[in-house]
């Protein structure tokens, strides 16, 4: 049966935060992203798939199966080249507190991350060391953004993700138990530093860095050293240098 225009508009809609957030829903696309999800339980999961791709999978009883054909597909799909399938998951509720209760695990805080493939990459990055709790500014992009979602390649549902204005992050920090690490320029060598179990890395954009407010509650500068020459270039991505540092902190803290 044909999707109605009704299920078409929906599910478009789900590609803009007001409606996911209105709806409490958002969505997935393609083969790996979305069976990475579907490893996870789940109170129900729409999936829209293409007949050839239904004939070679099963499904747990809780999703909810819609045969669609490529035309469908491509209408629905937020990507450039449609993959398959798209699947609808609900949204679970957020972690209560902007810190984590535990204080004994490492932390991540991104300060304005905008753009979805560095953040859904430093949560993909995240998952793969065993980090999981992550907290960001309020201006960061949404971590169910279809794009972010995309670059996580099924690692979402592993990293419990806490929204808050900076001001209120920094003042947390510095009454905590956190040693708040900072990612500057200027830092000390990275590679040099101990990491205590009760780090908080903090992360900022690349065109701004860490802002003033945050910077107030950092108690040790880090860095990632560079190769001498005119020729380095100005700075790292932002995923590359969390990347660098949480493989860093994981190798000096035993998670």
């Not at 599910?11 to 409606?19: I, P």
């Not at 209120?168 to 138990?177: D, M, R, V």
């Not at 179990?197 to 992360?203: D, E, G, V």
Request: glycine share 6%; hydrophobic share 40%; aromatic share 8%.
């Amino acid at each position: 049966m044909a999707l109605t225009k009704n299920q078409i508009k929906r599910l478009q809609s789900l590609a803009q935060r007001k409606y996911r957030q209105k709806l409490g829903f958002f969505i997935a696309e393609g083969p790996k992203v979305c069976l990475d999800l579907l490893r996870y339980s789940w109170p129900s999961c729409e999936l829209y798939a293409l007949a050839g791709f239904l004939e070679n999978h099963s499904f747990p009883s809780w999703v909810e199966i819609t045969e669609i054909n490529a035309t469908e597909l491509g209408k629905i799909s937020n990507l450039k080249t449609p993959n398959q399938l798209l699947c609808v998951f609900p949204i679970p509720d957020d972690p209560i507190g902007v810190l984590p209760e535990n204080s004994e695990k490492p932390i991540i805080v991104l300060d304005g991350i905008s753009d979805p493939g560095n953040m859904g990459t430093i949560i993909r990055t995240m998952n793969w060391f065993g980090f999981e709790e992550l907290v960001m500014t309020n201006d960061c992009v949404e971590h169910y953004n279809p794009k972010v979602v995309q670059a996580t390649m099924g690692a979402l549902r592993s990293v419990r993700c806490r929204y808050a204005p900076a001001e209120e992050i920094a003042a947390l920090l510095k009454h905590s138990n956190y040693t708040a690490f900072g990612a500057f320029l200027d830092g000390e060598n990275a590679f040099k530093c101990d990491f205590p179990k009760q780090t908080a890395l903090i992360i900022g954009s690349e065109s701004h860095g860490i802002r003033a407010e945050l910077a107030k509650a950092v108690k040790r500068k880090i860095s990632i050293p560079a190769q001498k020459g005119e020729k380095v270039a100005e700075s790292l991505n932002a995923s590359v240098a969390g990347g660098i540092l949480i493989a860093e902190m994981f190798r000096k803290i035993s998670l």
